[in-house]
């Protein structure tokens, strides 16, 4: 099982023991969710558009 697919159980594991709920209300708790999540999701693009488009370099550019 991948890494992402593991925080994933855990998270519904500790959501169903409702361990979540009571700290969901607190304002920063979202925010830092919210920015942590941002920040995935620009990590796991950049990751995946490097690989599908390697850097220009001076050896595979036409000039």
Known sequence: MSSLGCALQA???VRSY???APLWDEPDLREM???LS???VTGLFSVT???CHP???EANTDE
């Open 11 to 13: 998270l519904r594991l």
């Open 18 to 20: 409702g361990l979540i």
């Open 33 to 35: 969710v919210s920015d």
């Open 38 to 40: 941002l920040i995935l």
């Open 49 to 51: 558009v490097s690989r």
């Open 55 to 57: 850097p220009m370099t």
